[in-house]
């Protein structure tokens, strides 16, 4: 079942040139922002495991990850935002704006797509660091090579690492000779801060330590006088039309069906999209805080989303009744654990320095957590035929920062997973009692009716 509607949704997408060192421009904006009163509803745009949990960790907000390779439909793109985004906030997509080649600038071809599917106004944020005169080269050369469809979406632009204000009225005069595009103001070089280790902000312990000069600077931004024009940020992302967009009904199999997703800050890493396929289902969906002691004895499965799972086993180590509860779903009910999470659900896993530590042993394989990475891989998943059923497929993405060693795992493997440039597939998607243990983050929305068929079988 389907119905099309209408659907008014504030939106704009901040796309920075990338700069591996920094925050990003656009983050800082975002939480002056919030600090000035709008709720911001985050997404990214692309698969960015550091810029996900950041800005869940800043403005305490679950975040979307729209990637036209995990979910290549753009039917079905525009449904996701739509179950996703908060009509009362400002929907604040997060972008790369491309990589910096001298006067050039490698667009992004994911924010093209994505900011033409959704009709979504673009502020570039340029980084100016030399004098306005190469600056304006390489925006005028940026403007140039822009698609047409593109070009209509972008009417204000913004920067950051101008040198000083005298730079800064050079830079927009030569902008308003050259393009028709309105100077929002720039983000100062003081402003900005390096990027923190994310194991230091996801850590309960320090968090909100190594984020107070994020959220300082974002304070001192927000304070200075017409530094950034607020108004004109604001007014393009509530004057996007409507569109329509045909919301899909996917049935469950069976009664209404209760499932349990944990709350952690370490859990985050793969955004809300999952746990929201979950809710478009029809499922009833149930957050678990690791905090809370309570009894979880009634639900039909126990999500445990894609993380930092070291993290998240440290912090439930006093909570008997969750532990009890994620066990017990593995003999009763189901038991899903995801990605970054797998390795502690094992008999032990090793830490980068080589020393190992006990896990939950729910399982007999072992895992491994190295230095954390940024680099995921793109794999297409297809899944095994059975009981006369075709094989389905679906997208997700591999993280290089763990992994799993099963030779003594007596799971049966329900996937079969090829990463991009790799010769052959591999297993993943473990079967064993109630239990499924996926080493890969599976995007749940490239394929919502087999998912379905796999959390009810």
Request: overall charge neutral; hydrophobic content about 40%; charged content about 20%.
């Amino acid at each position: 079942m389907s119905g099309s509607k209408g659907v008014y949704i504030p939106r704009i997408i901040l796309a920075n040139e990338k700069d591996e060192a920094m925050i990003p421009p656009s983050v800082i904006i975002a939480c002056a922002l919030q600090q000035k009163g709008y709720r911001i509803k985050p997404f990214v745009v692309g698969i960015d495991e550091y810029l996900v949990a950041l800005l869940h960790s800043l403005l305490g907000e679950p975040v979307t990850v729209l990637d036209t390779f995990l979910v290549d439909s753009s039917a079905r793109l525009r449904e996701l935002f739509v179950a996703t985004a908060d009509a009362s906030s400002l929907n604040v997509l997060f972008a790369s704006l491309g990589e910096p080649q001298d006067e050039n600038i490698a667009i992004d071809q994911n924010l093209l797509t994505i900011a033409e599917q959704l009709d979504c106004q673009v502020i570039p944020i340029f980084i100016s660091k030399g004098s306005s005169a190469f600056t304006a080269r390489r925006v005028v050369r940026f403007s140039r090579d822009l698609p047409k469809s593109a070009y209509s979406l972008i009417n204000a632009i913004a920067f950051t690492s101008v040198p000083n204000p005298r730079e800064y009225q050079l830079l927009e005069l030569s902008m308003g000779r050259d393009l028709p595009w309105t100077a929002l103001g720039y983000v100062p070089s003081f402003i900005l801060k390096e990027r923190p280790k994310l194991t230091s902000f996801l850590d309960q312990a320090y968090g909100l330590q190594s984020l107070f000069p994020i959220k300082t600077a974002a304070a001192r931004l927000a304070a200075m006088e017409r530094q950034i024009d607020w108004g004109v940020i604001i007014a393009h992302a509530k004057c996007r039309p409507q569109f329509n967009v045909d919301v899909q009904k996917f049935a469950t199999i069976g009664r209404p069906r209760r499932v349990g997703v944990i709350r952690h800050p370490a859990l985050v890493l793969g955004g809300d999209n999952n746990e929201k396929l979950l809710g478009a289902c029809g499922f009833d969906v149930v957050s678990l805080d690791f905090k809370d002691k309570m009894a979880y004895n009634d639900f039909d499965f126990v999500y445990v989303p894609h993380g930092i799972g070291y993290l998240f086993l440290k912090d439930i180590a006093d909570n008997v009744s969750l532990v009890k509860a994620l066990a017990a779903s593995v003999f009763k009910g189901k038991l899903i654990v995801e990605g970054g999470s797998s390795p502690i659900f094992g008999k032990a896993f090793r830490f980068p320095s080589e020393s190992a530590m006990s896990g939950l042993s729910f399982f007999s394989y072992e895992g491994h957590y190295e230095d954390y990475s940024n680099i995921c891989y793109k794999v297409r998943i297809e899944s095994v035929p059975s009981e006369g059923r075709p094989g389905r497929s679906f997208r997700g993405y591999r993280p290089s920062w763990y992994g799993l060693n099963i030779r003594d795992f007596d799971g049966v493997p329900l996937w079969m997973i090829r990463q991009e440039g790799a010769q052959a597939p591999t297993e993943d998607c473990w079967k064993t009692r109630g239990a499924l243990i996926l080493s890969v983050r599976a995007e749940f929305w490239s394929n919502p009716e087999a998912t379905v068929e796999l959390l009810n079988s």
